[in-house]
């Protein structure tokens, strides 16, 4: 199959070192490939024979016609000419997009590739028993549980679940601390009557346990003072239970836990945080007859260091130890996120089985750095000239100044009582232009930079501050 690649000046020779031993033919159409125009292609395929063209995948022009007058395909290739080694070897194995970067698209068919795998592993996963149809044990993926703390003062209870629900948990842990009463318990799981998604209660008062067994399809955390109390009442109900060591043993306490009827055994030895006893803490999680409890949340939220990779890590480790649940929270800011991120490492995780490590699988959690640094190729320029200091004094411009916000996953500009809204920091500024809100040049690139680092502080989970520092 004989393809053509057109390409500019700066990027010739990497197109040309990509292109050996394949039947390429190289072509450069000016100094920039994504300046190419329908035109120009159209004149070179009348005098070259190929069966398909690469443009640049930074090109925005429409080759639609193109290809209607030549009968030639004409697909987009990546955005970055140093990418174009990673696509040539699967030209024949896949069709690549006529409109989306090759780059941008062959990620987003590995992603889907990775996760029609994870969910064919757990369709034909055996598991050691079923919470509301959901998995838990045997060879299924580890299942993240989600806790909302202090459960009767969340005034959004609702909302609060099934946003967990949506970030990727699998099951929902309400805290009810020392100070709530059963009415309490009664008045937030009323609030979620209708979700029919695996809720836990996590007390170890028994009333409060009583109280939660009405819906509650998990009881955390039952020891030797509560079980013989309720053990009981857990068992009658069907409940699952996760069993921790207190004064006694875990090993006594699933014993305990047994005898008193109770079936679906989820057993927490109890990880510990760093620096308080995580490594020997690890020793308790040995593979073994019930499925295991690992509380990651409990490093997360107690170590400064940036969420996405601590919890990597630690589904890293719960997936070595034979984990079942993985527990992750977002109580403070630094944490934010935690659910979705720990979603995808157990994800990771699935996919890691018959590999040597969670590497190259089509999904990451790499938000903030990259897998591979691109090598452009040097800027050619004649003079140059060194930018001078902005003035200190503001110009303001006659149409009248915007406030920037965000709010959800909403960049928000508003101007004279009139906001515009939007996802993307272009669409909004493209909107305001329309407008004709915007009549100096330094105040449009103001408001461009500020756009842009409202949607990253949507896109990162972070706070915005107009005219601050992100």
């Known amino acids: 199959m004989r393809i053509l690649l057109p390409t500019g000046s700066a990027t010739e020779g990497m197109v040309r070192q990509a292109a050996t031993g394949y039947d390429a033919d190289v072509v450069v159409t000016?100094?920039?490939?994504?300046?190419?125009?329908?035109?120009?292609?159209?004149?070179?395929?009348?005098?070259?024979?190929?069966?398909?063209?690469?443009?640049?995948?930074?090109?925005?022009?429409?080759?639609?016609?193109?290809e209607r007058d030549t009968g030639?395909?004409?697909?987009?290739?990546?955005?970055?000419?140093?990418?174009?080694?990673?696509?040539?070897?699967?030209?024949g194995k896949l069709t690549l997009s006529r409109s989306v970067p090759a780059d941008d698209f062959l990620a987003s068919q590995r992603v889907k590739e990775a996760m029609a795998r994870v969910e064919t592993t757990e369709r034909e996963a055996e598991?050691?028993?079923?919470?509301?149809?959901?998995?838990?044990?045997?060879?299924?993926?580890?299942?993240?549980?989600a806790e909302i703390m202090d459960a009767p003062r969340c005034g959004n209870i609702r909302e609060r679940v099934l946003q967990f629900f949506e970030s990727g948990a699998d099951i929902v842990d309400l805290g009810f601390g020392f100070d709530a009463?059963?009415?309490?318990?009664?008045?937030?799981?009323?609030?979620?009557?209708?979700?029919?998604?695996?809720?836990?209660?996590?007390?170890?008062?028994?009333?409060?346990?009583?109280?939660?067994?009405?819906?509650?399809?998990?009881?955390?955390?039952?020891?030797?003072?509560?079980?013989?109390?309720?053990?009981?009442?857990?068992?009658?109900?069907?409940a699952a239970a996760v069993i921790v060591p207190g004064t006694g043993t875990l090993q006594k306490n699933i014993a305990r836990a047994k005898r008193e009827g109770i079936r679906c055994i989820i057993a927490d030895p109890l990880l510990q945080p760093v620096g308080s006893g995580l490594i020997s803490s690890l020793k308790g999680f040995r593979r073994g007859k019930y499925p295991l409890f690992f509380g990651a949340g409990n490093v997360t939220e107690l170590i400064d260091a940036d969420s996405p990779g601590v919890n990597a890590l630690l589904a890293g480790m719960a997936m070595e130890a034979g984990a079942a649940v993985i527990f992750t929270s977002e109580h403070s800011d630094k944490t934010k996120g935690s659910v979705r991120e720990m979603r995808r490492a157990t994800e990771m995780m699935a996919l890691t089985s018959g590999r040597p490590y969670p590497k190259d699988l089509g999904?990451?959690?790499?938000?903030?750095?990259?897998?591979?640094?691109?090598?452009?190729?040097?800027?050619?320029?004649?003079?140059?000239?060194?930018?001078?200091?902005?003035?200190?004094?503001?110009?303001?411009?006659?149409?009248?100044?915007?406030?920037?916000?965000?709010e959800g996953d909403r960049i928000v500009a508003v101007i004279r009582g009139k906001a515009v809204q939007g996802t993307r920091w272009q669409d909004v500024l493209h909107t305001i232009l329309l407008h004709g809100d915007v009549s100096l040049l330094d105040h449009a690139a103001y408001l461009g930079r500020e756009l842009y680092k409202a949607e990253l502080a949507i896109r990162y989970g972070r706070s915005f501050e107009q005219d601050g520092e992100f």
Do not use: W
């Not at 598991?127 to 549980?145: A, P, T």
């Not at 691109?374 to 200190?392: F, G, H, N, V, W």
């Open 363 to 406: 999904i990451d959690l790499l938000i903030l750095k990259e897998k591979r640094q691109r090598r452009e190729p040097p800027l050619e320029y004649d003079t140059i000239t060194s930018a001078r200091s902005m003035p200190d004094e503001i110009e303001y411009d006659p149409k009248g100044n915007f406030r920037i916000g965000i």
């Open 30 to 66: 000016g100094e920039i490939a994504s300046f190419l125009t329908p035109h120009q292609l159209k004149v070179i395929l009348q005098k070259k024979t190929c069966d398909m063209v690469i443009v640049s995948g930074m090109s925005t022009a429409s080759f639609e016609q193109v």
């Open 127 to 145: 598991c050691d028993f079923l919470i509301r149809g959901l998995k838990i044990g045997g060879g299924s993926r580890m299942k993240v549980l």
């Open 181 to 238: 009463a059963p009415a309490d318990v009664a008045r937030v799981f009323s609030e979620l009557d209708g979700i029919d998604r695996p809720l836990a209660a996590d007390t170890q008062d028994p009333a409060l346990i009583r109280a939660a067994l009405v819906r509650a399809d998990i009881i955390l955390s039952l020891q030797e003072e509560n079980i013989p109390t309720v053990g009981r009442d857990v068992a009658d109900a069907g």
């Open 72 to 91: 030639v395909p004409v697909y987009r290739g990546p955005r970055h000419a140093a990418d174009l080694s990673l696509i040539l070897p699967l030209i």
